[in-house]
């Protein structure tokens, strides 16, 4: 089974970027859907961008954030332009073995451990 950890969070001025990567152990992390998802202080955890063969984002992040992978390097990236402070929050990226771009949290069984981004104003 795959195991999944985040890196690339940080602190950013509004406007800024990041880059989170999510690296996968195993040797299927192509079969699999990829998410990321976030969890701002006191809200509940929402979707935010998933990958398989296409893309699929969160109106909240559309054209902002880009999330991309690389079989080869069993990595996962979220592009994140034009940050506001409302993007603050712990995010998570997770894996599904089901192949559809699912945007529902539960749907997802791997999860990583999460990495911080916060964006001051």
């Known amino acids: 089974q795959v195991q999944l950890v985040e890196s690339g969070g940080g602190l950013v001025q509004a406007g800024g970027s990041l880059r989170l990567s999510c690296t996968a152990s195993g040797r299927t992390f192509s079969t699999y859907t990829m998410g990321w998802f976030r969890r701002a202080p006191g809200k509940e955890r929402e979707f935010v961008a998933a990958?398989?063969?296409?893309?699929y984002y969160a109106d909240s992040v559309k054209g902002r954030f880009t999330i991309s992978r690389d079989n080869a390097k069993n990595t996962l990236f979220l592009q994140m332009n034009s940050l506001k402070p409302e993007d603050t929050a712990i995010y998570y990226c997770?894996?599904?073995?089901?192949?559809?771009?699912?945007?529902?949290?539960?749907?997802?069984?791997?999860w990583g451990q999460g990495t911080q981004v916060t964006v001051s104003s």
């Open positions: 997770a894996a599904t073995y089901t192949p559809l771009l699912l945007t529902e949290g539960r749907m997802y069984n791997i």
């Open positions: 990958i398989r063969r296409s893309t």
